[in-house]
């Protein structure tokens, strides 16, 4: 057995039995790279060999997974890997026997020699692979172009769902409808209905607003299936999991069929795929589930109802199989302290770290600990990712840093059992100030007295300090490591070229509160078999007011805190979970309560201050969203993440407040007049 093959545990049911026509299948739970061909092919053949020792009839893939999804345009501007994944396709093909594999790859759309093309290249498919040939092919009807989903740019949509035939080994261009029968295969003597993940996430019955005009799975299901698959590649998020359980289970229970859903596993750039595969009986009970977050060959029986449940990440529970409640209807509260959600958010960002580095050739990290809360976290993080020897913490104090702070950041290291370093950057920053100084004077007689609002000087020790993890990471081979997390996004609150800069922002999705709860989190129940012990994060670092530690207050020499300068976090965090989720207008938020005002009273004129400096500064912040690493997508409702959110970066005279229908008709006179 190769090392592949060893890296890819199988999980049989309780009362499993070998043998072909039994109607055993295998989930391949697998981590795929966009482009690579060669190394995702080996995963699959790994799978596949495990799945023939058990003699299953069926081993079952996720989504593209020859080609990796997502693979974005690079399938587009470079045409001829869809060409390069046909050959790799025939040649798993090829290496096929009686046990039958379903392959996502990437099929060319190309027009009849007396057609001309219209539309996409492309079709997001799946082949059914056994006895030395490609058997069938299917195509994926609903193509998603939301939040994180841009397969509309690649794909196109296929007007079914559901096998098109073996006429493609000769012609491509085939693409008839589907007919009788047509829409299911048979394995070993099983009907098994075959659809692409987006084409079971449009029924009516559970979705209040569904994306598409019509829901695929019904007419796969009037095929008269003894089980339905799904190959998938689902990101996870914050509160994906209860919804996916609940649409999996009630299709199921719906159509009186059982369900089989294989997930990715792994991420890529901005996007966690938690797997999490799973199969449904008749009735819509989960009868079998994969790890989270890890590689696995899932056996199960369908037809049987016979697998295992493999626990979920911390407390999230799937214990519930009510198909017909639907989380989707129920609107969710915010909570500025939620604990529910950490374990899978410390594993999605663990993988994301640990796939960002590998995938891109790296193994080690640098980082700035300053000894604040958002460095403590992120350190804790990649240390945990990629192991505490291969991240270097590097302390930068400057002549206003706190002892404390100072202390904080070297107790973490040696806690975590990082390389540290202390690099003071008085020297550097007086020695920039002094230059700069002298061009200063002599510009300011071409554009006037420079702004006093402006934090530049400040910004200065930011940018040192960028500047140093840079020069590291180039020295040692390292990438440097971003520690602003969502709420200083929103906010605007980082330095481009500051604390902004690094090759990736593990917390660029996760909210200051969060990050707050998720350090109690690390310290309580970080897995035991790391090689750092629990409670590495003092407490100190935990309840200190944030702050940038650039500046002190001039009339009474106290460093100044980031709520000091903007407002209390928690009341920030509320209006980015309502922009988010809710997509409330300032109006909105004015009349509705928030949880902080029921905690701390606060008056209307205090109310609408904070928002009107929260969208004042958020449409000014934009910019620095362009420029910002990519960020590890975890939340929910949304991100500031470019894979998840496109916002015009000029776009900032958006009047927030709206304009009343007097103030309309003033302005609009005023225009006439000019």
């Known amino acids: 057995m190769n090392q592949t093959q060893q890296a890819l545990p199988t999980s049989f049911p309780p009362d499993f039995t070998a043998g072909y026509g039994q109607g055993n299948l295998a989930l391949a739970q697998i981590n795929t790279t966009p482009g690579d061909l060669a190394g995702n092919a080996r995963k699959i053949m790994a799978a ?201 289970a009630h299709v199921a229970q719906k159509h009186g069929t059982p369900l089989v859903y294989i997930n990715q596993v792994g991420t890529v750039d901005e996007l966690a795929f938690d797997g999490g595969s799973r199969a449904y009986n008749a009735q819509g009970q989960l009868f079998s589930r994969a790890e989270s977050f890890q590689e696995q060959l899932l056996i199960i029986n369908p037809l049987k109802g016979q697998g295992r449940i493999a626990p979920l990440p911390g407390d999230q529970a799937t214990e519930t199989t009510d198909a017909s409640a639907s989380p989707c209807l129920q609107p969710p509260a915010f909570q500025a302290y939620d604990t529910a959600d950490l374990a899978r958010t410390y594993q999605s960002l663990l993988q994301g770290i640990r796939d960002y580095f590998a995938k891109t050739g790296f193994q080690k990290a640098v980082l700035g600990l300053s000894g604040g809360l958002d460095s403590a976290v992120v350190a804790v993080l990649v240390a945990d990712a990629l192991g505490p020897e291969n991240l270097l913490t590097v302390s930068m104090p400057s002549a206003i840093t706190p002892d404390e702070n100072r202390r904080d950041a070297q107790a973490i290291a040696e806690n975590l059992g990082c390389p540290w370093v202390e690099i003071p950057i008085g020297a550097i920053t007086n020695a920039f100030t002094q230059e700069f100084g002298t061009v200063r004077t002599s510009l300011e007689a071409f554009w006037g007295p420079t702004d006093a609002r402006s934090n530049a000087a400040d910004n200065v020790q930011a940018i040192s300090r960028a500047t140093i993890l840079r020069q590291l990471g180039n020295e040692f081979r390292a990438l440097p490591v971003a520690t602003s997390d969502k709420s200083e996004f929103y906010l605007g609150y980082a330095t481009v070229n500051g604390d902004m800069s690094g090759a990736l922002a593990p917390i660029g999705d996760v909210c200051k509160t969060k990050v707050r709860a998720l350090a109690r989190w690390l310290n309580e129940h970080r897995p035991a078999t790391l090689k750092t012990p629990r409670n590495v994060l003092p407490a100190s670092v935990i309840t200190k007011p944030s702050g940038a530690d650039l500046k002190r207050d001039p009339q009474t020499g106290v460093l100044v805190t980031a709520e000091t300068e903007l407002m209390p976090y928690e009341f920030a965090d509320e209006v980015i979970w309502r922009l988010e989720t809710l997509n409330q207008s300032h109006a909105q938020m004015l009349e509705t309560p928030f949880s902080y005002e029921q905690q701390h009273p606060i008056t209307p004129d205090q109310k609408v201050e904070w928002l009107n400096k929260f969208f004042d500064r958020m449409s000014k912040a934009v910019f620095k969203w362009f420029v910002a690493p990519p960020i590890l997508i975890t939340d929910g409702g949304g991100s500031i993440a470019k894979s998840d959110y496109h916002h015009p970066i000029v776009a900032n005279r958006i009047r927030w407040q709206g304009h009343t229908p007097s103030e309309i008709q003033t302005l609009l006179t005023k225009s006439h007049d000019r």
């Open 48 to 248: 596949l060999r495990l799945a023939e020792q058990q003699q299953v009839d069926l081993v079952i893939f996720p989504e593209l997974a020859l080609m990796g999804y997502p693979p974005r345009d690079v399938i587009v501007r470079h045409p001829f890997l869809v060409t390069e994944n046909l050959k790799w396709l025939e040649g798993i093909a090829q290496n096929t026997g009686q046990t039958y594999a379903l392959v996502g790859f990437v099929e060319p759309r190309l027009p009849k020699p007396s057609e001309k093309r219209i539309g996409k290249t492309a079709f997001n498919a799946a082949a059914l692979l056994g006895e030395g040939k490609i058997q069938a092919i299917f195509r994926k009807s609903l193509i998603p172009g939301y939040n994180e989903f841009e397969d509309y740019r690649q794909f196109e949509s296929s007007p079914v769902s559901g096998a098109i035939g073996q006429e493609w080994l000769t012609d491509v261009t085939l693409n008839p409808p589907l007919q009788g029968g047509q829409g299911l295969i048979t394995v070993h003597g099983h009907r098994y209905a075959v659809s692409i993940c987006e084409d079971l996430w449009n029924d009516p019955e559970f979705f209040e607003h569904p994306h598409y005009p019509h829901n695929p799975i019904e007419g796969l299901m009037a095929q008269g299936p003894q089980a339905l698959i799904n190959l998938s590649s689902s990101p996870s998020r914050s509160g994906k999991e209860a919804v996916r359980h609940q649409l999996c």
